[in-house]
């Protein structure tokens, strides 16, 4: 299913590309390489990307109905969900297994098919343990590795003048263009303080997602 999504988005933004003028479309087609989950062509040679990715996604849903068809031939799996009729007996459910662990199940409210990170759920518990530990302790060193970027902003790039106390010869720069470098101070540290509050989530996102 994450390959066929894959695959839908690059064939819509090929053929959003391709046909973007349909008057005067443009002389040659699309090329690209093929998938690296595709083990059924060379990876090295280049193909028309429209074609190849209609027919990708073809093979896909073959996959996909295949899969489906044999859903019950499979060993059990450690989580299932369950649908109801409405969204106010799922509440009902919930409410009343709450805190209760009916022949060692847990049962909770499931989060959103979009949201469910699907290769964590048959992750194990020594697995998820591991990757916990090993979590934390990065976590601390981000923390603790984030004063640095910090302190270098705090001291130097709000205030540029700091730096001709390491480099003498910069205050020569800093006085013939003074206000060149004034723009600079004032937009500078929030800039790169921005940048970093922006990176920071991402990375702590995908350390969680990690660890299970």
Same mark, same amino acid.
């Given at each position: 299913?994450?390959?066929?999504?894959?695959?839908?988005?690059?064939?819509?933004?090929?053929?959003?590309?391709?046909? +973007?003028?349909?008057?005067?479309?443009?002389?040659?087609?699309?090329?690209? +390489?093929?998938?690296?989950?595709?083990?059924?062509?060379?990876?090295?040679?280049?193909?028309?990307?429209?074609?190849?990715?209609?027919?990708?996604?073809?093979?896909?849903?073959?996959?996909?109905?295949?899969?489906?068809?044999?859903?019950?031939?499979?060993?059990?799996?450690?989580?299932?969900?369950?649908?109801?009729?409405?969204?106010?007996?799922?509440?009902?459910?919930?409410?009343?297994?709450?805190? +209760?662990?009916?022949?060692?199940?847990?049962?909770?409210?499931?989060?959103?098919?979009?949201?469910?990170?699907?290769?964590?759920?048959? +992750?194990?518990?020594?697995?998820?343990?591991?990757?916990?530990?090993?979590?934390?302790?990065?976590?601390?060193?981000?923390?603790?590795?984030?004063?640095?970027?910090?302190?270098?902003? !705090?001291?130097?790039?709000?205030?540029?003048?700091?730096?001709?106390?390491?480099?003498?010869?910069?205050?020569?720069?800093?006085?013939?263009?003074?206000?060149?470098? !004034?723009?600079?101070?004032?937009?500078?540290?929030?800039?790169?303080?921005?940048?970093?509050?922006?990176?920071?989530?991402?990375?702590?996102?995908?350390?969680?997602?990690?660890?299970?």
């Amino acid at each position: 299913m994450e390959e066929h999504e894959r695959a839908t988005k690059k064939l819509e933004k090929a053929l959003s590309k391709y046909l +973007k003028n349909p008057e005067r479309l443009p002389p040659t087609r699309p090329t690209c +390489k093929p998938d690296k989950h595709d083990k059924s062509m060379d990876k090295n040679t280049r193909v028309d990307t429209i074609e190849y990715y209609k027919h990708r996604i073809e093979a896909l849903e073959r996959q996909v109905a295949i899969s489906r068809g044999g859903v019950d031939k499979r060993n059990a799996t450690s989580y299932g969900f369950v649908s109801y009729p409405s969204m106010a007996r799922a509440h009902i459910t919930a409410k009343a297994v709450r805190g +209760k662990h009916p022949k060692g199940t847990s049962i909770q409210l499931a989060t959103k098919p979009e949201d469910i990170i699907w290769a964590n759920l048959t +992750k194990s518990k020594a697995t998820r343990r591991w990757n916990g530990f090993v979590g934390n302790v990065l976590f601390f060193l981000l923390s603790v590795l984030f004063v640095i970027p910090n302190a270098l902003i !705090a001291v130097f790039l709000s205030n540029l003048n700091n730096i001709t106390l390491i480099w003498p010869s910069f205050s020569y720069y800093l006085i013939r263009d003074a206000e060149f470098y !004034a723009v600079v101070q004032g937009f500078l540290a929030p800039t790169v303080t921005s940048i970093i509050y922006l990176l920071l989530p991402v990375a702590m996102r995908r350390l969680c997602a990690w660890q299970g």
